[in-house]
Nanobody
Framework: QVQLVESGGGLVQAGGSLRLSCAAS????????MGWYRQAPGKEREFVAS????????DYADSVKGRLTISRNDATDTVYLRMNSLKPENSAIYYC????????????????WGKGTLVNVSS
């Protein structure tokens, strides 16, 4: 069974830091772009950051540039999101995403999502 499992969320004070992890299992994602999204209460899910395979290119939402760093370890099929200088408005459920993964059995692509990890930033 293919899974993306996020961890590392929690309660942190404003100005603090967290490192989220996304561990993949059931197949390798080393040749695919992976990313992070977040969804705050009452809001739509939004893009946070992405990283191409081998970490060749990264992309960030304008609102997080300079404070968040995405990285990956393809040897362990893990993607990380380092978050610094956290603000209360960064509170959300953070989801790991692997879009457009080709599944041989389906002869089609699948977008994989984790179940999310909650980040709560107190003021």
């Amino acid at each position: 069974q293919v899974q993306l499992v996020e961890s590392g969320g929690g309660l942190v004070q404003a100005g603090g830091s967290l490192r989220l992890s996304c561990a993949a299992s059931g197949r390798t994602f080393s040749h695919y772009t992976m990313g992070w999204y977040r969804q705050a209460p009452g809001k739509e899910r939004e893009f946070v950051a992405s990283i191409t395979w081998s970490g060749g290119m990264v992309d960030y939402a304008d609102s997080v540039k300079g404070r968040l760093t995405i990285s990956r370890n393809d040897a362990t099929d893990t993607v990380y999101l380092r978050m610094n200088s956290l603000k209360p408005e960064n509170s959300a459920i953070y989801y790991c995403n692997a879009p457009g993964v080709f599944v041989t059995e389906l002869a089609s692509t699948v977008d994989y999502w984790g179940k999310g990890t909650l980040v709560n930033v107190s003021s």
